[in-house]
């Protein structure tokens, strides 16, 4: 295993050039560099909130959370204005290059969708933040209508149909996750030969046994990431550096490969 960038680099581009099913498993580290702070890494969304006000339980017994997270939410704290950075586009660029199967993310913030890759093709274990649900009646509506209308001072907004209980179409802690995302997801880990993580500290579970299926399936397991995770001694390319020049590097040899 070799931790060096041009050698990680060209051993990764090898092993997608020479793939048949190309998994990407991305967590909030693949966004940071878009600006959209992830939880972890210190100056993180969890420095800042308190994780136990964001549990589903809360949101739905008590009004100062609900009140707490609608503001939060409305702010557009997680992804407002937040474009689809280099490691997205190297992506999508993957994809186009016919070499992707698919995305599995643990975020919320849609990034991959805007960088080119179809949402067919992006399986999201927690949601995404353009939806907002109604509890009640099971009707979705465009987030940004929502966030308007508590940026306009709704406290806490209710269904526009049935006045039933709004929610971010978003997984909160304590909730299950949605279960084709999950079946699928699953599906294509066993199925990957070849099984990038990206930003992601694998910790948070279902989600993080992705990765172990395609192990135990026999992939090749590659690891973009900042920080250490506990799968980091199983992957045959270990990439400590940023997602962005990485990938982009990554996508661009691929490229050259397949060119040349
Ligand atoms: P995490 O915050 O636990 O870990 C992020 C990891 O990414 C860290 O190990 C960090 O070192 C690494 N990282 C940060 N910037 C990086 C960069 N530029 N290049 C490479 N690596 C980088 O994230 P997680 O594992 O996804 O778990 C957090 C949960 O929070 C997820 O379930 C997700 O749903 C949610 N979340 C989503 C978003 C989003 O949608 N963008 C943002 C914050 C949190
Ligand atoms: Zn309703």
Partial sequence: MTTDFEQGVSRAADLIAGSRRLVVFTGAGISTESGIPDFRSPGGIWTRFDPDDFTIDKFLTTERTRKLQWQM?????????AEPNAAHAAIAELWRLGRLD?????????LHQRAGVPDERVFELHGNMRWAVCLDCRKRFPFEEVAARVLGGEEIPDCPDCHGTLKPDIVMFGEQLPVRALDEAARHSIAADVFFVIGSTLTVYPAALMPQYALQAGASLVIVNL??????????VLLPFKAGETMQAIADMVKAKLAG
Avoid: K, W
Wanted: hydrophobic share 30%.
């Fill in 73 to 81: 939410f409305g702010e557009g704290l997680l992804s407002d204005g």
């Fill in 227 to 236: 920080s250490e995770t506990p799968l980091d001694g199983r992957a045959e």
């Fill in 102 to 110: 698919c995305v599995i993310t643990q975020n919320i913030d849609n």
